[in-house]
């Protein structure tokens, strides 16, 4: 089954990308931007078909490489 | 003594770190990430690149292959390992050194010759130094040292921080920052102080007619410290 992976930077790490965008988000005339935070996401198909093994399988690829804790976080989204 | 530098896929200061090592006197192998076992060591160097074209984040893929057990391993019993550039990448990645490379602040690849202040001689890499102030090089689009506030208490107190960014006189402030690395910090180490990470590349410094010689002077200190 497929398992999504979302992965964003922790609240207080700094998004010089995020800032970027959203200063030519302003630019391009869209005024009513707070704050952009830009991520990574991630679609994997495993073999495995129980979606709590499936999804704590994910959870695990995500705490050993897809995402760094000391600035990301991440959430596990069951796709299919 | 001896030496190894890693090669990954995507390394490309490999082959200047092994000429700066061997030109200093290091009996230096070459040795290809996807081996198991490292040559006996003295000294263990993960170069300067992009290893695995930067995928993910920097020095993540390199962190998990094979020859990194061993390195890890090898650093975990107490020898001597040192990463240069995306070398430290794979240092932070691995969990060898505490902290994350993080894109350059102002977003630009950075490609100038910089002075680090040596702030803590207390370890082999730095003991007997007789300078405080270096020149290196540096080439990096992601060198923005970060930390928890809960971790930058911890490598401060534990004397962790190897090298800063600073003027040629030594001073550390905002406008000498290239990166904006928390306070500075251009290089660190673990906290038993036997693995040093660092952005700044002194093989890039070692030739009087091209470079001026302040890696000399930091290889040749260390080859007398490990000997």
Redesign the interface.
Known sequence: MKVSAVITLKKD??D??GK?IHETLDGMGFNSVNEVRQGKYFEIDVKENDPKKAKDLVEDMCKK??A?L??ENYKIIETQ | MKSSVITFPGSNCDRDMDVALTKFGFKNKMVWHNDKELPKSDLIVLPGGFSYGDY??CG?MAS?SKIMHSVINFAKSGGLVMGICNGFQILV?SGLVP??L??????QFICKNVHVKVENKDNTFFKNLDKKVLEFHIAHNEG?Y???ND?LKEIEDNNQIAIYYCDQNGNTNDQINPN?SIKNIAGIFNKEKNVLGMMPHPERMIDESLSGEDGSIFFKNLLNNIK
């Open positions: 790490v700094l010089p990308q970027v490489l897809l760094n000391v600035i | 993910l984040r993540s998990k990645e902290g994350v993080l894109r350059n602040k102002y977003l923005n970060f930390c928890t971790q904006g």
